[in-house]
Nanobody
Framework: QVQLVESGGGLTQVGGSLRLTCTAP???????RGWFRQAPGKVREFVSI????????EHAESVRGRFSISRDIVNNAVHLQMNDLKPEDTAVYYC???????????????WGQGTLVTVSS
């Protein structure tokens, strides 16, 4: 079982920025890495995904232009840079890894423990 470790959540104000990091164990090769989020009382939803082999990315419509996902090959990590944050971005953010390039939560095999992002108005 691959354990993904997240860091970087916290509290910020509207318009602020945060950067999340998800690290996989050394020498672990995961085809797709991404981020999902779950707000209180809501289902877990897709945010951003990255195909490790070529760095191709996709983002949810709600975050496009504000969030960006990138890979750190040296440290086997992915980052989620979140800018212009809004109260509706408040959620627990989960790092995920899997073998299919998909926005579907159920297709991911590996998950982090989650990190809370709170945006205050």
């Amino acid at each position: 079982q691959v354990q993904l470790v997240e860091s970087g959540g916290g509290l910020t104000q509207v318009g602020g920025s945060l950067r999340l990091t998800c690290t996989a164990p050394e020498n672990t090769n995961i085809y797709v890495r991404g981020w999902f989020r779950q707000a209180p009382g809501k289902v877990r939803e897709f945010v951003s995904i990255l195909r490790w082999s070529d760095g191709y990315t996709e983002h949810a419509e709600s975050v496009r232009g504000r969030f960006s996902i990138s890979r750190d090959i040296v440290n086997n990590a992915v980052h989620l840079q979140m800018n212009d944050l809004k109260p509706e971005d408040t959620a627990v953010y989960y790092c995920a890894g899997g073998g299919k390039f998909s926005r579907m939560v159920d297709l991911y095999d590996y998950w982090g423990q989650g990190t809370l992002v709170t945006v205050s108005s």
